[in-house]
């Protein structure tokens, strides 16, 4: 069982896992797609900023597969003695392929030059032929895609283990017809690779992401690629609309990360006094700030100066002026009963008060995505 660090001594600003929400999100995924369908919990980019060790530890009994963009993460989750199959989606370079093989990482292939260099090794190797199909992205089409196969067919070390694409337009529309139009692809390239025979064991078909999940049956085949939804995230407004309006509409996702920090310092100002770099934002009355040791190095975008929030003693406190490197100051005048090291939520809930990834994306003209993953990863994550 892996361990992490407690509250065992003060830290400046930290990052909590929820390890109850995860597994309930976790739950939701597995009641929408059935007991038969493989879930791939997708961790890359720290988890999407959750703590690749945490989500790790939080899932390792759990009946899924794991999916990372690169080899490195894929080994750190085999020194985590995670042995579940782990799939690497995202290009791995010709020099990493023995080190992928070694640890037993599936591999997601699309070039000639890839297939031939692991055909090159003594050990068995388990690949999955990525497919193009309108995402224009990593993949291959039709054509190269059938003479791709066969290149592997005829390696006696390599498996075919899986074939896959991803969407381009399912999460930011409500209408599918471009994704249609794919997935009509996808069935049909994967109907002349398997005229080829590839063994008794049929080729493991994934395509669908969090919103095709949750918005269309039809894309979950063998597996489901889980990322934004299994942190509680929902993949856009757009998608939950969707859902909303279909079988999906009681669909409970709990997000699973929040943001803290602590007061650093607190000052009594009079009114007009000017606030942090460029004198962008002067108080408009006499007023009392706080210090608190975060700012856009731990990943609190700058885009929140002077109209993000953190939350304090249950209320919100509004952002006052930039937004620097390791700091940013805060109205508090109307919060009282404030001292230092009070605890400050950036993201999540505290009291009856909630700020959310959306919210700080609505603000900052992104997407939660973003928001999340760029959370600093020296930032100590705690499981919860």
């Known amino acids: 069982m892996l361990r992490f660090a407690r509250h065992d001594k003060p830290m400046r600003t930290w990052i909590e896992i929820s390890r109850v929400n995860l ?140 074939v896959s694409t991803h969407f381009a337009n399912i999460e930011d529309t409500v209408d599918p017809s471009y994704a249609q139009g794919q997935l009509t692809t996808f069935n049909g390239i994967v109907r002349r690779i398997s005229k080829l025979g590839f063994g008794k064991t049929a080729l493991l078909r994934h395509i669908a992401a969090s919103a095709g999940t949750i918005l269309f049956q039809q894309t979950h085949f063998d597996a489901v690629r889980m990322g934004i939804a299994l942190y509680g995230i929902w993949p856009s407004r757009e998608t939950r609309i969707a859902a909303s309006e279909s079988q999906r509409k009681n669909l409970d996702l709990r997000p699973v990360l929040s943001w803290k920090t602590i007061v650093a310092q607190t000052k009594n100002v009079p009114r007009g006094t000017p606030i942090s770099y460029g004198l962008t934002e002067r108080v408009s009355r006499d007023s009392r700030i706080a210090v608190i040791p975060i700012g856009y190095y731990d990943g609190f975008d700058r885009g929140l100066s002077s109209v993000g929030s953190v939350i304090i003693r249950g209320r919100r406190a509004k952002v006052m002026g930039r937004v620097c490197m390791n700091m940013t100051m805060v109205d508090v005048t109307d919060i009282p009963g404030m001292k230092i090291e009070d605890e400050v939520t950036v993201l999540g809930k505290q009291g009856h008060a909630a700020i959310t990834a959306e919210d700080l994306s609505d603000k900052t003209g992104t997407i939660p995505y973003e928001i999340l993953s760029r959370i600093n990863p020296t930032l100590p994550r705690i499981l919860v």
């Open 23 to 162: 597994l309930h999100n976790l739950g939701e995924i597995r009641r929408i797609v059935g007991p038969k369908v493989i879930i791939m919990a997708v961790v890359k980019a720290n988890a999407y900023g959750h703590g690749l060790g945490q989500v790790a530890d939080a899932l390792q009994k759990e009946k899924i597969w794991f999916a990372t963009d690169k080899v490195e993460e894929g080994i750190a989750l085999r020194r985590m003695k995670i042995k579940q199959p782990i799939l690497v989606m995202g290009y791995t370079p010709l020099d990493e392929l023995a080190r992928a093989v070694k640890n037993n990482l599936d591999l997601t292939v699309y070039n000639r030059e890839t297939v031939a260099q692991i055909g090159r090794f003594r050990a068995p190797a388990r690949v999955h032929l990525k497919l193009e199909t309108g995402t224009t992205r990593q993949g291959v089409g039709e054509r190269d895609a059938v003479a791709l196969a066969q290149k592997i067919q005829e390696s006696k070390n390599i498996k075919l283990v899986g």
